[in-house]
């Protein structure tokens, strides 16, 4: 389906997009997620929301594609498609553990997240065990930090979301089932996410499911409003759904503030994809639909599972092997080297971790198909 995989470009480029705010934060350039040019280029927290309210638009379609699908079915699936990647990063985070708190070290610039990626390395350290066990199992976001410091972002910072993506996983089946019983469109979906939203503001752990809860609930209302099969063309479902769409925004940027930045993107993205935004939407529809955005949205979960471990080595290397004292040369000579070295890595784990598994899943998906239709044929 060309509109759906017109996402694909989409997720490609937040990948680069959280590349972005880690490289340059780890070439000690002076940015803040808050406050000017920082707010782009070292403001992860939009990219990633986008990420979730696609993976919440994705697994509805899939839930609600075919409701015969055996739970243990749909949850290998994603296990298959989420794990085997992340591991093998993972177990690289550990690898170079004390390589990248000696890189930390070996930075004389002053950087703005520089103490906070040395506090959760050493806390990594510290409490190895405890951690590597929860991480293992992508568990870590169900522990709040007052009982293990810095859970949320031991071994491999960026590992936080993936956890909320696993929590939501095991849930989203019953979740979406349930909210298929709502036949309305409009005003109880909207109590839902005024709900989702309040719920947000009373947990400050990201990787904590009800924290972000509302982003996969955009996803799927996403799903609902302009894919599934209930959908009208008629000009009032239509005005209904763009409604719906600016109050979303309105009552993210309300509560959530610079998120709601993510929630612009994205329904940018769906309307451009669908024809609805005229010469901006037309022109984000080809930025995100090109063979070359289409590519990077292939490899863009192993871009960013293993990004962080391409930037470290790189950083060791730089100031630790070559001794660059030059900060514009480092920075520069990072930024390049860690994006060649995380686009190689991503494709490699791509090619032999993660298209093997993912097929290996749509395997077990057929061949349930294939043994419940020949008693129907026989019949």
Same mark, same amino acid.
């Given at each position: 389906?060309? !509109? ?25 350039? #002076? ?33 609600? !594609? ?34 990248? +708190?000696?890189?930390?070290?070996? +930075? ?79 005003? #109880? ?127 060791? +290397? ?16 990072? +930024? ?44």
């Amino acid at each position: 389906m060309r !509109k759906i995989d017109g996402l694909e470009g989409l997720r490609g480029y937040m990948a680069i997009w959280v590349w972005i705010t880690h490289v340059t934060t780890m070439a000690a350039l #002076p940015l803040y997620k808050t406050t000017g040019w920082g707010r782009v280029l070292a403001n992860g927290d939009l990219a990633v929301g986008v990420f979730i309210m696609l993976s919440g638009f994705v697994i509805s379609a899939s839930v609600l !594609k075919d409701h015969s699908v055996k739970y243990t079915e749909y949850i290998t699936r994603r296990a298959l498609r989420l794990f085997p990647a992340y591991i093998v990063c993972l177990i690289a985070s550990v690898v170079i553990l004390q390589l990248s +708190i000696d890189t930390l070290r070996a +930075i004389p610039w002053a950087g703005t997240r520089t103490d906070g990626r040395m506090a959760y390395l050493t806390a990594s350290q510290e409490n190895f065990w405890p951690h590597l066990i929860l991480h293992a199992g992508l568990l870590h976001g169900l522990i709040p930090d007052r009982i293990l410091p810095y859970t949320s972002y031991a071994f491999m910072g960026q590992a936080w979301s993936l956890t909320l993506e696993w929590q939501f996983y095991l849930l989203a089946p019953a979740l979406i089932l349930g909210l298929e019983r709502i036949r309305s469109n409009f005003a #109880p979906m909207w109590l839902v996410l005024a709900g989702l939203l309040t719920l947000s503001t009373q947990f400050t752990q990201p990787s904590f499911l009800p924290s972000n809860l509302y982003f996969f609930f955009i996803g799927y209302l996403t799903h609902r409003l302009f894919y599934s099969q209930r959908r009208a063309a008629n000009k009032s479902e239509q005005l209904l759904a763009l409604l719906t769409a600016a109050i979303t925004i309105a009552a993210v940027v309300y509560l959530k503030g610079l998120k709601g930045g993510a929630v612009m993107i994205w329904f940018l993205a769906i309307y451009s994809l669908q024809g609805r935004a005229g010469v901006i939407g037309r022109a984000t529809a080809f930025l995100i639909e090109n063979r070359f955005a289409r590519w990077l949205g292939t490899i863009s979960y192993g871009f960013y599972c293993v990004h962080m471990v391409a930037i470290f080595l790189c950083a060791y +290397i730089l100031l630790v092997v070559f001794r660059v004292d030059s900060h514009i040369l480092y920075a520069v000579s990072l +930024i390049g080297a860690s994006l060649v070295l995380s686009l190689l890595l991503s494709w490699l784990i791509y090619h032999w971790i993660e298209h093997p598994f993912i097929e290996w899943g749509k395997k077990l998906t057929r061949h349930r198909k294939e043994r419940t239709s020949v008693p129907q044929q026989l019949s």
